[in-house]
């Protein structure tokens, strides 16, 4: 199984056409337009992975940074692996090759991301996968104005003085405040 991990920091319309289908397969409803993902590359707020199995797009990924230096965070925005590709191995995979690029590229002290709250099976499932990948659970739900669903905050330290002092409340500050950047002159 030849793999290969790219990561893009500018935007590349033969690479996006390789990712859309994956990107809007996972992400049907509430994902950021093409427009505003474009925009964040182009304004160096965000970075494109992609997830090639024998040269087969099957997994991508939007990252972006908070904090400045020594308190730096990624903020992995979205990420999927496709759809028939699952259940492989393939997502613990790239999410390594990511967590790396945080480490190596950018020294990052944590990983943030955000998952639905609601207690459903596919919500239980991808925080099954998130704990698995040595993420932490935040007991803090917040509630976003303009999208139904409560989210929960997750975070993976990649350093040793990287600590959370509150219940997670303080994590969706940065995830809102990457969220406000991103559509910055929309």
């Not at 319309?13 to 289908?21: C, I, N, T």
């Not at 219940?167 to 559509?183: A, E, M, N, V, Y």
């Amino acid at each position: 199984m030849p793999w290969t991990f790219n990561t893009l920091t500018e935007w590349d319309e033969v690479w996006w056409d390789k990712l859309r289908p994956i990107y809007r397969e996972a992400f049907p409803h509430g994902a950021k337009p093409e427009k505003v993902l474009r925009s964040m590359l182009d304004r160096g707020i965000a970075s494109l992975h992609a997830g090639l199995q024998e040269g087969e797009a099957v997994a991508m990924a939007v990252t972006g940074f908070c904090g400045g230096k020594g308190r730096k965070r990624m903020i992995l925005d979205y990420m999927a692996v496709r759809q028939d590709q699952r259940g492989q191995g393939l997502g613990r995979l790239f999410f390594s090759q990511i967590r790396d690029y945080a480490e190596r590229e950018h020294q990052a002290e944590a990983i943030v991301i955000e998952t639905e709250a609601e207690d459903t099976e596919m919500n239980r499932e991808r925080l099954r996968f998130w704990i698995h990948c040595g993420f932490i659970a935040t007991s803090y739900v917040h509630q976003y104005i303009w999208v139904p669903e409560p989210y929960r905050a997750l975070y993976l330290p990649l350093s040793d003085h990287f600590t959370l002092r509150d219940d997670g409340k303080s994590l969706f500050r940065d995830i809102t405040s990457f969220h406000h950047q991103s559509f910055r002159g929309q």
